[in-house]
């Protein structure tokens, strides 16, 4: 049976930033790099749901179609009244849909994977429940609504509508929900807001169906959600640690888990070394056998087998195998650097192609550049791309060095082989095997003594 062509899903998005402190959506605030909608969308799509429906705040439509455009349906809650209510905006879409069953999920909750989602919807449709409840054992399940059983049915307390017995269940409910369509849409005119809140709650909905059952998972940590700035750090945290173990058991080695954060779509060889406080996020490949020291931040990246990455800053370029880098270089977006390349300490390349073997050793600047094989720069070289209004390239061929503080005035090419004197300023092209000076000749007064102040 190919199930997700009988399902949709409706995400409940319209939550605030109210408790968060912040005037940004907390559906929008991020977990490993990645708002956490994103997150939960993100789980959908894994467990091949095709037809989501977002329920969210007028101010946040515009910033939801940005984020997945026409992958999705979209209505707005134009007042916040709870759940319930939230869930009653996406009737017109579920109507249409013609699906059988569909899972409602809240925004704020990125940890309830696909796999959770596929078995919980496999003892849905065995059970032949009206609706099953994701829901969780908590050791501390304060703020959670509490699950009760009776009668082979279901009854969710909400925490403040909960008696101290009630409060003492650990088992709770995760805040998703797989429903039958027909069963949700029977009950939903019937939820009423008599309860501590005053707000229409979808699990009022879940405690009037009849066929009721749970999901019981065994990760409590599915049921995590972010309503307060410490709440939002647990994720990370967790997230944090889900990544790192599973790096780890695929040959990576940590020498600390302090100040490190790697987002999950980061792909790392065997035998790769991270040092405390690395930062990889985006898509972003690293190779085998690599070391990356503390202060190190890389996104969107691509970085080959051996390489050596020392507290640097690394974004938008592909770097290839045997290279070092650092300590505390910049390479800027879209450098391609090849085998066996030196870029050092202070060194800033931008958009620039760097040939194999090529030594940028120290305090240098490469924009806009296409650089050969066997390269020198010496300390101090400048590739001057900018003329004040534009930005210009300039091309070093092969085997070509060039001396300490020397300045190239984009657009100039140095052709193979070519040497270039320490100092110089170079404004015009250099023939194969050509030696360029282009400095002021030095001129020493004898017996100059210069005059003080008062003299």
Not at 54 to 72: P, Q
Not at 207 to 218: I, S, V
Request: hydrophobic fraction near 40%; charged fraction near 25%.
């Amino acid at each position: 049976m190919v199930w997700q062509n009988d399902v949709c899903s409706v995400i409940l998005a319209a939550g605030s930033g109210r408790r968060i402190c912040s005037e940004k959506p907390k559906i929008f605030r991020e977990v490993l790099f990645k708002p956490l909608v994103n997150l939960v969308f993100e789980n959908c799509k894994k467990a091949k749901i095709k037809e989501i429906c977002f329920v969210c705040a007028g101010d946040g439509l515009g910033v939801l179609k940005g984020y997945f455009k026409e992958e999705a349906s979209y209505v707005i809650q134009e007042e916040k009244l709870g759940t319930a209510h939230a869930t009653a905006q996406a009737v017109p879409f579920l109507k249409a849909s013609g699906k059988k069953d569909v899972l409602v999920l809240l925004a704020d909750v990125p940890f309830i994977d696909a796999q959770t989602i596929e078995d919980a919807y496999f003892v849905h449709k065995k059970r032949e429940n009206d609706v099953t409840v994701i829901a969780a054992t908590l050791q501390n399940p304060f703020g959670y609504g509490r699950i009760e059983y009776a009668n082979d049915r279901i009854k969710i307390v909400e925490e403040k509508d909960a008696t101290d017995t009630q409060r003492a269940i650990k088992q709770v409910n995760s805040g998703a929900l797989w429903f039958n369509v027909s069963a949700l849409l029977a009950i939903l005119e019937r939820v009423d807001n008599k309860n501590a809140s005053g707000e229409y709650y979808i699990t009022t909905a879940v405690n009037l169906l009849t066929k009721t059952g749970c999901y019981l998972a065994e990760d409590a940590n599915i049921i995590l959600g972010a309503n307060t700035n410490e709440q939002l750090l647990t994720l990370n945290e967790v997230a944090k640690d889900r990544v790192i173990s599973y790096h780890s058991c695929n040959g990576v080695e940590f020498l600390s888990k302090d100040g490190v954060m790697i987002g999950a779509d980061v792909k790392i060889g065997k035998g790769t070394q991270i040092f405390p406080g690395v930062t990889i996020k985006g898509s972003c490949q690293i190779g085998e056998d690599c070391v990356v020291t503390s202060g190190t931040f890389i996104e969107d990246s691509n970085i080959g087998d051996n390489c050596q990455i020392k507290s640097s800053y690394i974004e938008s370029s592909v770097i290839a195998c045997g290279v070092s880098v650092g300590p505390f270089a910049h390479i800027r977006a879209g450098c391609e650097i090849e085998d066996g390349v030196k870029v050092g300490n202070y060194v800033e390349v931008k958009n620039s192609y760097i040939g194999a073997k090529t030594k940028i050793a120290h305090h240098n600047y490469v924009g806009d550049c296409s650089v050969g094989f066997g390269v020198n720069l010496g300390c101090g070289v400048v590739v001057a791309n900018y003329d004040g209004e534009e930005k210009h390239k300039s091309k070093i061929e092969d085997d070509v060095f060039i001396g300490c503080n020397s300045n190239l005035i984009a657009p100039v090419t140095i052709r193979r082989g070519a040497f270039v004197a320490a100092g110089s300023t170079i404004t015009e092209n250099i023939e194969e095997n050509g030696f360029a000076i282009a400095r002021a000749r030095q001129e020493t007064k004898p017996n100059y003594k210069r005059k003080r102040k008062g003299q």
